[in-house]
């Protein structure tokens, strides 16, 4: 093998066993135990942060308008696509009635019926979303409103 100056690298899955090939540079991957404890731990740190005020975010009413609307638009393109394909991958009908055609029509309804059910876990998380965004935004034009009506109320009595 010439050396062209580029490093060849292979990944090989944890369990992996047999010979390697000269010449290259290999890279254990992680195990999913391995890769599950890192995500986990990189959670953890997360929550700590947001619990512990880690600098958190910071919401403007345009915010919040703008995270609704755009939550409103992929609610509305999940029920022009997706929700469309999925109602599609329910309805099959057998070829023929021999036990190849059915057996592969009720796998593929039932693939399309899964992908249903995960299309509206979506929806409803979105749904929850887009209600906790607007209460927000609800509670905050609520308050502004009472100081503004306080104002106006403290401006009347001076006169």
Avoid: C
Wanted: glycine share 6%; net charge negative.
């Amino acid at each position: 093998m010439a050396d062209d100056g580029v490093e060849r690298v292979r990944h090989l899955p944890a369990n992996m066993q047999g010979p390697l090939v000269p010449g290259y540079k290999y890279v254990r991957d992680k195990t999913p135990e391995q890769v599950a404890k890192e995500a986990a731990d990189a959670q953890a740190k997360a929550n700590e942060g947001m619990s512990s005020g880690g600098g958190g975010y910071r919401l403007t009413p345009e915010m919040l308008k703008e995270i609704v609307s755009e939550i409103d638009d992929i609610l509305a393109w999940i029920q022009l696509e997706p929700q469309k394909h999925a109602r599609t991958l329910r309805a099959f009908t057998p070829m023929g009635d021999e036990v190849a055609s059915i057996a592969y029509v009720q796998d593929a309804n039932a693939a399309g019926l899964s992908y249903n059910n995960y299309l509206d876990s979506v929806v409803a998380e979105l749904k929850r979303q887009k209600d906790a965004f607007q209460q927000a935004l609800d509670t905050y034009q609520k308050q502004e409103q009472q100081a503004a009506d306080h104002l106006k109320g403290l401006h009347s009595s001076d006169a």
